[in-house]
């Protein structure tokens, strides 16, 4: 009882509805105005390149920027390196060795960078989903639409200066340098990323379901984890979280709803998502789902019944694949770990 207590433990709110807000409208007003122009085929490099405002959550407004700056250009990064990879034709194999340099590389730039959330689950989501999107709009298309995405997520980030009673001080803040074991970590880590997901990904595409990165993205969720009891929680709340969330978007998809529909489900999910992610993990769990599955069905309609049994397997796959590293990375420890003298 006391474990399940744990993890299901909802945290006290901290200002949570200030970032669920800006990360709505971030989202939100980028994928009406491609819906308006008619490009239906940019929705996803203006998806991605919204992740920007989820960075630098709480940070005073100097903080902020140059977080959500450095965010956005690591993003940017991923998403020209997945336009591009778009365009090699790569088959399952090759997306999950794209993806699996993706999961390894992001981490360590996300680490040496202080970025919050840390990890690189957003950029292996990222780069995976653009590279297999067939028909892919012109580069220099995609990248402007990504661009403009990520600018106008760190304005809505800054925009609180606006108001003097939200208004921070603008001070520039204090950065330690690392510490040689610090750094040696942060390579631990990035090494962790890339095995989690190379080893979840491999177990689905011999498997032959659709969409491999699915278990790559949730294979990454235990490796946050503080200690390993956290992160086989986490990998726990992302089973039950997005199986919850499967019978919400079974609900969001059946009727068919037109795009603009659509992109209003999308923004009311980033809004819900940011309001419970700090607090509890299974919960957001249940609005990241559809938020998630309907954006790739906005962009690349398909037979959600077949998307959502992926979803549902993939999790699965990837949740049992992170808990196993978090446990055998653990004992490891442990067993190198000098005794009580």
Not at 14 to 43: M, S, T, Y
Not at 240 to 265: K, S, Y
Not at 272 to 279: V, Y
Request: glycine content about 10%.
């Amino acid at each position: 009882m006391t474990h399940l207590k744990e993890m299901f433990r909802i945290a006290p709110a901290n200002n949570d509805h200030h970032v669920a807000i800006r990360c709505a409208i971030g989202i939100g007003l980028p994928l009406l105005l491609v819906l308006f122009l008619g490009r239906i085929d940019l929705a996803i490099f203006a998806s991605f390149g919204a992740f920007t405002g989820i960075y630098g959550r709480n940070e005073p407004h100097r903080q902020r920027l140059g977080h959500q700056v450095r965010a956005g250009a690591l993003m940017l990064a991923v998403i020209l390196a997945a336009a591009l990879c778009a365009r090699l034709d790569l088959d399952e194999w090759g997306t999950v060795i794209g993806t699996t340099l993706v999961a390894g590389l992001g981490t360590v730039v996300t680490g040496f960078w202080r970025l919050r959330p840390a990890g690189s689950l957003f950029h292996i989501f990222a780069f995976a989903a653009i590279s297999s999107v067939p028909n892919q709009p012109p580069v220099w298309q995609g990248m402007l639409v990504a661009v403009l995405t990520v600018a106008f997520s760190i304005l809505v980030g800054q925009s609180g200066m606006l108001a003097r009673h939200y208004r921070t001080d603008w001070s520039r803040p204090v950065r330690p340098r690392f510490s040689p074991a610090q750094r040696r970590l942060i390579y631990i880590d990035g090494l962790q990323y890339a095995v989690a997901a190379l080893l979840a990904g491999s177990i689905a595409t011999m498997l032959g379901i659709g969409h491999n990165y699915w278990a790559m993205v949730a294979a990454t969720v235990p490796l946050v984890g503080q200690t390993a009891r956290h992160g086989v929680y986490r990998g726990l709340q992302r089973i039950l979280g997005t199986f919850a969330g499967l019978v919400l978007t079974a609900l969001i998809l059946f009727p068919n709803l037109e795009p603009w529909q659509m992109v209003l489900v999308i923004a009311a999910c980033q809004f819900g998502a940011e309001m419970l992610i700090a607090r509890q993990y299974a919960l957001a769990q249940a609005v990241v789902t559809p938020l998630a599955l309907v954006s790739t069905e906005l962009a690349h309609p398909s037979n959600p019944v077949e998307l959502l049994r992926d979803r549902g397997i993939e999790t699965l796959i990837g949740a049992a694949v992170g808990m196993a590293v978090v446990v055998v990375v653990h004992l490891r420890r442990k067993r190198l770990s000098p005794g009580p003298r």
